[in-house]
């Protein structure tokens, strides 16, 4: 019944931006926190991004100061802005919400992730 969509992904040369969104839809009450991971092959899951629904936030060591999350809690939708990207932020990224349904709370859900190609 809940859909989680990861779009925003492409190409982009180092030094570029690119901006990642991640809509959740379906019957829910509220969306408590939601994270950015990104996933590289032979490598762990690692997290990109937190941001709650008191619009706290967190960043993974790697992209502080280069990238912003934000959400939009009236659309149930979450923002990643990246820039000054670099190869290294090549990856998969998957958005990981944690949301009280309709009759169960705190579910983390997951969707398929968004491919972010950056080159030299």
């Known amino acids: 019944q809940v859909q989680v969509v990861a779009s925003g992904g492409g190409s982009e040369q180092a030094g570029g931006c690119l901006s990642l969104?991640?809509?959740?839809?379906?019957?829910?009450?509220?969306?408590?926190?939601m994270s950015w991971y990104r996933k590289v092959a032979r490598k762990s899951r690692d997290l990109v991004a937190f941001?709650?629904?008191?619009?706290?936030?967190r960043y993974g060591k790697p992209v502080k100061g280069r990238f912003t999350v934000t959400r939009d809690n009236g659309k149930n939708t979450m923002y990643l802005e990246m820039n000054n990207l670099r190869p290294e932020d090549t990856a998969v990224y998957y958005c990981?919400?944690?949301?009280?349904?309709?009759?169960?709370?705190?579910?983390?859900?997951w969707g398929r992730g968004t491919l972010v190609t950056v080159s030299s």
């Open positions: 941001i709650s629904a008191a619009y706290n936030k």
């Open positions: 990981n919400p944690k949301a009280s349904l309709e009759r169960m709370r705190f579910q983390e859900l």
């Open positions: 969104s991640c809509s959740v839809s379906g019957r829910l009450l509220m969306i408590h926190y």
